[in-house]
Every structure is written in structure tokens, then in C-alpha cells.
């Protein structure tokens, strides 16, 4: 019984130790929401890039896997992870104790808070100036909370930022808020440039947010290889580099 026992634990060692290598050679799978630059957009060859995909690619060869990106609709984003149609979730996800109850994330790494966006002409300079105003979010994010906890604004969410910002040159509403680097993505953008501005940086609890990865809740093998990733990313110097070529005149 004993020899048995010895040959059944061995069996399993090795079956163990299959699993990992099998796991190596395969592709971590990426969802993301490209509609967030400059961390996550469709570049000109439709490819999608940004600072998170450069980031996330190079997490991923410190920890010698090959990352795949895929295009994903934020509404439902994290329902699909739950059910396994991607291993993680790398789109500008913010950490929250609510969604912390239902999926893991990894170290944070990316700080950024949430601005005010306005039409040029407006006189609008402070959130609590939105109060019996409409105003804008990308729906279902941090943003669309904030906006819904302020007395007597009226939230309207939309699919993304880009749509929101459309709404507002064209005065379905009156503000829009959403993070203070894609806001200034967007304001660079000649659509958006002459017609809109950043009227304030948000002072208000919760308006300061980390980004991490969300990765399905226990997936112990996801989140420990890409949090020695971002370790190593961190450690090597490569994040600093990444931070100066996707934002140059940022002092972060």
C-alpha cells in the first residue's frame, strides 16, 4: 500500500509539473475596452495599443508568457471574465471593495483622478456646481458613481467617453467626468480640442484611483505571474521608461 501510494504521488507530481509547463507556452488572454486613451485605444492599423498594452506586454515577457489582446465591450466585461472567456481584464480598471468581493487584482499600476470636462464658454469650475445639471460618465465605471452621489445632478451614462464628449459639444448635457489622462487624450483631439475644456481635477473622496488587472477571483496562476511581472517591470526601470514615452510632459 505504501509503494502504491509513493508511485500515485509521483504520478501526480509529474502530472503537476505538465500542467505548469503547458501553462507557460500559453498565451495570457487580455480583455480590454479600447476606448481609453492613452492607455488602451485602436491605433491606425486597427491594432489595439496604448501605455497598458505596451505595460502588459512587457509583465509578460519578464514571466516568459505571450500576451493576446482582445477587443471587449466594457457593459458585461467582467461577467465574460467570471465565466472564462479571457484570463484577465486590462482596461483601465479601477479597484474597488465591491469589485473586490467578486474578482482578484493585481499590484496597482497606475494612479490617476477623475476631471471635470465643460464646453469652452461654460462657467462651470467645480463638481458641486453640477447640482440640477446633467451630467456625462462612461457607464458602469467609478466615474458614473461619483456623478450619482452628488444631491440633485442628473446622471447620464454613456457607452464610452468618446460618446460622451459628442454629447456634450452637441448640449445633450453639461459636463462630463472621467479621468484626468484620458480627458487629456481626448482634449488634444481636433474634434474636442476648440470646443472643450478641463474645467477642474476632483477633489472628493474617491476621486484618486488605482488601476489594476482584475483576474477571475482564486485564479491563484494568473495573478501571481502577472504581479511578478509588474514587480520586475517596476524594478528594471522599464515602467519609467514606458511613462516617458506614452507621457512626456507628465511629472508622474
Known sequence: ???????????????????????????????????????????????????????????????????????????GIFDRLDGGEYDAVMSSVTVTPERRRKMDFTIPYYIVRQSLLVPRQSA???????????????????????????????????PSIEDSLKGLVAGEIDAVVCEDVVATSFLSQPEFSGQVKMAAVINTPGAEEL???????????????????IKAVKAKGIEAELRRKWFPDSAK
Open 124 to 158: 462651470i469650475n467645480n463638481i458641486r456646481q453640477l447640482k440640477d445639471r446633467r451630467a456625462g460618465t462612461q457607464m458602469d465605471t467609478t466615474a458614473t458613481e461619483i456623478v450619482e452621489k452628488i444631491p440633485g445632478v442628473v446622471s447620464k451614462p454613456f
Open 211 to 229: 488601476y489594476a488587472v482584475a483576474v477571475k477571483k482564486n485564479n491563484l496562476e494568473i495573478l501571481v505571474m502577472l504581479n511578478d511581472g
Open 1 to 75: 500500500m505504501i509503494r502504491s501510494g509513493g508511485m500515485f504521488l509521483a504520478a501526480l507530481l509529474v502530472l503537476a509539473a505538465g500542467v505548469a509547463q503547458a501553462q507557460e507556452g500559453k498565451p495570457v488572454t487580455f480583455a480590454v475596452d479600447p476606448t481609453w486613451p492613452p492607455l488602451e485605444f485602436v491605433d491606425a492599423n486597427d491594432r489595439i495599443a496604448g501605455y497598458s498594452v505596451d505595460y502588459f506586454t512587457a509583465v509578460c515577457q519578464e514571466s516568459g508568457r505571450e500576451p493576446k489582446f482582445v477587443k471587449a465591450d466594457w457593459e
